[in-house]
């Protein structure tokens, strides 16, 4: 990527950063909100969680990325809308999301920019203090190289983070493989794959009011009957 690329991805990366953090939360204080018009879930909270696996020796927990463990709407906002191509045009081409570049740098030069999620920091500490594994299962596509796990190291004192790239693929071989007991994640597809696999409870992550701005799809909080953390979308 060209100096001025960068330059400009850093500048309204930062903008799109001071975005999010005015939308504010979502979350409601009663246990019990409105998804849509006709649909209602519950909400529970990470101590909550924890209770409820008192009685359970240490488990292997997986989390999703995009929307659960991070925020990463502003990076992929600018691969698909930059125009630092020559004559204006998206340096990433007319298909952002299937060039091996774009790919290469979400997940390496972009993955600074990725906002990490309080809630996902409280999940993760609940786990790690109960002698927990986390893992992380994302349908990002791979590439070479990946700064994503060192990241995740950094942020949450991970030593040697497990990052799983299903590449687009449905998540639940690798939840049965991994054994993971309870997964978090913020899409209608991190929630069925989790409940197709052999024996996993999936829990809900909020999306940010930014985050819906943009992606509101695939997003049905407790269509499924799984359990919304709660203020999760900060």
Same mark, same amino acid.
């Given at each position: 990527?060209?100096?001025?690329?960068?330059?400009?991805?850093?500048?309204?990366?930062?903008?799109?950063?001071?975005?999010? $953090?005015?939308?504010?939360?979502?979350?409601?204080d009663d246990g019990k909100a409105n998804a849509t018009s006709d649909t209602s879930y519950t909400t =529970? +909270? =990470?101590?909550?969680?924890?209770?409820?696996?008192? @009685?359970?020796?240490?488990?292997?927990? &997986?989390?999703?990325?995009?929307?659960?463990?991070?925020?990463?709407?502003? !990076?992929?906002?600018?691969?698909? *809308?930059?125009?630092? &191509?020559?004559? &204006?045009?998206?340096?990433? &081409?007319?298909?952002?999301?299937?060039?091996?570049? $774009?790919?290469?740098?979400?997940?390496?030069?972009? =993955?600074?920019?990725?906002?990490?999620?309080?809630?996902?920091?409280? =999940?993760?500490?609940?786990?790690?203090?109960?002698?927990?594994?986390?893992?992380?299962?994302?349908?990002?596509?791979?590439?070479?190289?990946?700064?994503? +796990? @060192?990241?995740?190291?950094?942020? $949450?004192?991970?030593?040697?983070?497990?990052?799983?790239?299903?590449?687009?693929?449905?998540?639940?071989?690798?939840? #049965?493989?991994?054994?993971?007991? !309870?997964?978090?994640? @913020?899409?209608?597809? @991190?929630? *069925?794959?989790?409940?197709?696999?052999?024996?996993?409870?999936?829990?809900?992550?909020?999306? #940010?009011?930014?985050?819906?701005?943009? #992606?509101?799809l695939n997003y049905s909080l407790g269509q499924y009957?799984?359990? !919304? !953390?709660?203020?999760?979308?900060?």
């Open positions: 990527m060209y100096k001025n690329t960068a330059l400009r991805a850093a500048i309204l990366l930062g903008v799109a950063v001071l975005l999010i $953090f005015s939308a504010g939360c979502t979350a409601a =529970v +909270s =990470v101590g909550e969680i924890a209770e409820s696996l008192a @009685d359970k020796g240490p488990i292997t927990a &997986g989390l999703d990325l995009d929307s659960t463990t991070f925020y990463t709407d502003s !990076v992929y906002y600018y691969g698909m *809308t930059n125009i630092d &191509g020559p004559n &204006g045009t998206n340096v990433f &081409g007319d298909s952002p999301k299937q060039n091996p570049e $774009f790919i290469s740098a979400i997940n390496n030069e972009f =993955v600074g920019y990725y906002m990490p999620k309080n809630a996902a920091i409280d =999940v993760v500490r609940m786990h790690r203090e109960r002698g927990d594994t986390a893992i992380f299962i994302t349908k990002k596509h791979s590439s070479p190289e990946e700064r994503i +796990s @060192d990241y995740i190291g950094v942020i $949450f004192g991970i030593e040697n983070p497990k990052v799983i790239f299903t590449n687009g693929t449905s998540k639940t071989l690798f939840i #049965n493989a991994e054994h993971v007991s !309870v997964y978090y994640g @913020d899409s209608d597809g @991190d929630i *069925t794959d989790s409940q197709s696999a052999d024996n996993c409870t999936p829990y809900r992550f909020m999306r #940010n009011k930014m985050t819906l701005q943009y #992606n509101d009957g799984e359990s !919304v !953390v709660e203020n999760s979308d900060c």
